[in-house]
């Protein structure tokens, strides 16, 4: 091999410096490539592009040095892989810069590569046996110390980099690469043990997200279908008053066509007597006998005493119209109530942990441990009188305090003769006599006893409900300012207060009003809307 690696700057085109190919030899002694000689005698005067000795003749093929060529193609480039190229490639430091093969190894210690020849020479020198040999590695040259020159062989984990054994005098808490690397690794074996464990868990979280995105899918489609039946119901509706309106005026238009067809003949039948008439009392009137004009003088026809009005019965339109208002109207209303099982569905995400707010109590209420249960007691209890506590009228607010966004919560009042409910401002009196009015800053409603539902507009509402709620869910969203109410047992919605002037923090508001010799001694209950049954 070390032969063939001398020969070969022997093989190598003065012009173009790659191998030989077609070597022509001219009569100097001197070996070209015959395409890059002839190109240089074309170029220039036909001289040696050496020595510069005229060429008197053709230089013909040097059958022998292509020979020698062929062979040593045969022997050294039958796997033109051993020889460096491409670009990623690491070259042997050793071998001739004019051929130089592909490294296979790296020694970290003489800080050089070698292909498989020179390999072999370094394995074989016994001082060397020992050099740590990796795969090729590019710029060795970072390997060394920039400082001293010598291998980087040594770790400062106070430096946190690698140093030469000439840098140890500087360096503190100073270890070998290798005890540096075991370390490193069991970090490494730990960090690759947590990422995976990042990986699996986002795995998992991403599964739950697609799940959910698809139970979310399901959700919106099925609330489309609903609202799209809803909607095909209150079009129905529509359409069946349509028909029940047009039709007596599809009638009255057919009579009227029917009458003004009897009415035009009977009229174009007089016409036609009168012309008939007309005709013959012209012929007559200028008879010069008199007895004979006596005689032939015609009968005139009478005058017609003709209807001349278009009867046209409306009585039946306006008294259907004004009868199918009302149940068309509550036929509507009835179909779009069943989009309050969607609103309910939707509004239970916003649900908050509430809690009653003892301090604010009136003295005469019953706050349970857990801030979750209202009852009045049935008499006055002394108390201090905080400041912001009711303290003639039985409320007790809820925290926190609502200031943006949307809420949602739901009271037990079960069977209970009266209670109040709803929000309040954080500002509105608690002290003395209330006005529950919403410029006042209370949106509630109320059972007064009896089945008397109302809302405390100004002036109030009397609600007409189908049946007793006993859970309520009270719904409250500050971007669009409303409070709305639902019995949340029928799925049904009670009362919505719309345009409300919050303008501050609001809070939600109970009262579970006096109890009787104990007919209204059940209490108010916050639900956990995780807990209520609510069949959608």
């Known amino acids: 091999m070390a032969t063939a690696v001398d020969i070969s700057r022997h093989l190598h085109c003065p012009i173009c410096k790659n191998l030989l190919a077609e070597p022509v030899s001219t009569s100097c002694g001197h070996t070209f490539c015959k395409r890059c000689l002839d190109q240089y005698i074309n170029m220039s005067d036909p001289q040696c592009a050496l020595c510069q000795e005229p060429v008197s003749t053709k230089p013909s093929v040097n059958v022998a040095l292509e020979s020698l060529l062929r062979e040593f193609h045969q022997i050294h480039l039958s796997d033109l892989s051993l020889f460096t190229g491409d670009r990623n490639e690491v070259p042997c430091d050793i071998c001739d810069e004019q051929l130089t093969f592909v490294a296979i190894k790296s020694c970290l210690i003489c800080q050089m590569s070698y292909c498989e020849h020179h390999l072999k020479q370094h394995q074989s020198t016994a001082r060397l046996k020992g050099h740590k040999l990796v795969c090729p590695v590019e710029k060795l040259d970072q390997r060394a110390c920039s400082v001293h020159g010598r291998p980087l062989e040594l770790y400062s984990r106070q430096d946190e980099c690698c140093i030469c054994a000439l840098c140890v005098k500087t360096a503190g808490d100073v270890t070998s690469v290798e005890s540096e690397r075991e370390r490193r690794q069991a970090v490494q074996e730990n960090t690759i043990e947590q990422l995976g464990k990042m990986i699996s868990y986002r795995r998992e979280k991403l599964g739950e997200l697609q799940e959910m995105a698809t139970n979310s899918q399901a959700m919106i489609e099925r609330e489309q279908q609903e609202i799209k039946e809803v ?143 209202v009852r009045d007691s049935g008499k006055t209890q002394a108390s201090p009188g905080s400041p912001k506590q009711f303290d003639l009228v039985g409320g007790v607010l809820g925290t926190p305090q609502i200031m943006s966004g949307r809420a949602f919560w739901i009271v037990e009042v079960g069977q ?48 007409q409900l189908s049946s007793n709620p006993q859970k309520i869910g009270v719904f409250v969203d500050c971007e669009e300012t409303l409070v709305s109410f639902y019995d949340m047992e029928a799925l049904v919605h009670i009362y919505t207060f719309t345009k409300c002037s919050f303008n501050e923090a609001i809070r939600p508001y109970f009262n579970p009003h006096p109890n009787k010799n104990g007919i209204n001694s059940a209490p108010m209950v916050i639900c956990s809307v995780n807990q209520t049954d609510i069949h959608m």
């Open 416 to 463: 209970k003769a009266g209670w109040e409910l709803g929000v309040v401002r954080e500002g509105a009196k608690r002290k003395g006599q209330i006005s529950y009015k919403p410029n006042e800053g209370y949106w509630a409603i109320v059972l007064c006893g009896q089945g008397m539902y109302g809302a405390f507009e100004d002036p109030p509402v009397q609600l």
């Open 231 to 373: 909607f095909a119901a209150v079009m129905e509706a529509v359409r069946r008053a349509e028909e029940v309106l047009l039709g007596p005026l599809e009638d009255g238009s057919r009579c009227l066509e029917k009458e003004m067809e009897e009415k035009t003949q009977q009229i174009q039948k007089d016409i036609l007597k009168y012309n008939e008439a007309i005709a013959v009392l012209n012929d007559t009137k200028n008879e010069e006998d008199d007895i004979l004009f006596l005689q032939s003088y015609p009968c005139v026809p009478d005058e017609f005493k003709d209807d001349w009005t278009v009867s046209m019965d409306t009585e039946l339109n306006f008294g259907t119209m004004r009868n199918l208002k009302a149940a068309m109207l509550a036929q509507i209303e009835s179909k779009l109530e069943k989009l309050c099982s969607v609103e309910i569905q939707r509004i239970q995400k916003f649900s908050i942990d509430l809690l009653l707010d003892a301090e604010t109590a009136h003295p005469s209420l019953e706050v349970s441990p857990d801030c979750k249960t």
